[in-house]
Antibody, heavy 121, light 106 residues
Framework: QITLKESGPTLVKPTQTLTLTCTFSGFSLNTSGVGVGWIRQPPGKALECLALIYWNDDPRYSSSLNNRLTITKDTSKNEVVLTMTNVGAMDTGTYFC?????????????WGQGALVTVSS | SYDLTQPPSVSVSPGQTASITCSGDNLGNKYVCWYQKKPGQSPVLVIYQDYMRPSGIPGRFSAANSGNTATLTISGTQSLDEADYYCQAWDSRIVVFGGGTKLTVL
């Protein structure tokens, strides 16, 4: 079955770079049509899609955070890594990774448990 | 950027029907999905491709999408349906979520 799990620091200082790793099983990012996305939820706020990456290395980014984000994949490790530069208090929240497919009709059908990240000095 | 607008809150009595709307420009021309989100838990997909239910999602969840509005309907609402609900669609190259609706069952 498909599982995903997020890992990374729980506390990051302002202006630092946040690196989160999504480790998954039950599918391969070598398979045509497969993708993984990163979604976050600040406390008391809505879900926000940050970035996606597909089997063909096609990255997609939120327009509001585009210049701060990098998403990469390591198919040999079954990992997707999200890097966010110059973090601030507004980046505090729970970060989820999720499985999807290469289609505008495809939802995020499997989700990780989420990783809580706090940005504070 | 593309905006999806949801009412912040909806209240329903147990056993009654709850309807949650999601509005966006020509939303009916896009595929919409819906997620249920409870505190401390990961989102759960309850509807995809406008009205399809994933396996394991009860039949009391239904949805439609036309014009500028998509609607999630929960029939015979139960207390365990109390949660935040988010609609989602695609805009250009990225996924967009609505602002979420808190469903209260009282």
């Amino acid at each position: 079955q498909i599982t995903l799990k997020e890992s990374g620091p729980t506390l990051v200082k302002p202006t630092q770079t946040l690196t989160l790793t999504c480790t998954f099983s039950g599918f391969s990012l070598n398979t045509s049509g497969v993708g993984v996305g990163w979604i976050r939820q600040p406390p008391g706020k809505a879900l926000e899609c940050l970035a996606l990456i597909y089997w063909n290395d096609d990255p997609r980014y939120s327009s509001s955070l585009n210049n701060r984000l990098t998403i990469t994949k390591d198919t040999s490790k079954n990992e997707v890594v999200l890097t966010m530069t110059n973090v601030g208090a507004m980046d505090t929240g729970t970060y989820f990774c999720a499985h999807t497919r290469y289609s505008t009709s495809s939802p995020f059908d499997y989700w990780g448990q989420g990783a809580l990240v706090t940005v504070s000095s | 950027s593309y905006d999806l607008t949801q009412p912040p809150s909806v209240s329903v009595s147990p056993g009654q029907t709850a309807s949650i709307t999601c509005s966006g420009d020509n939303l009916g021309n896009k595929y919409v999905c819906w997620y249920q989100k409870k505190p401390g838990q990961s989102p759960v997909l309850v509807i995809y491709q406008d009205y399809m239910r994933p396996s394991g999602i009860p039949g009391r969840f239904s949805a439609a999408n036309s014009g500028n509005t998509a609607t999630l309907t929960i029939s015979g609402t139960q207390s365990l349906d109390e949660a935040d609900y988010y609609c989602q669609a695609w805009d250009s190259r990225i996924v967009v979520f609505g602002g979420g609706t808190k469903l209260t069952v009282l």
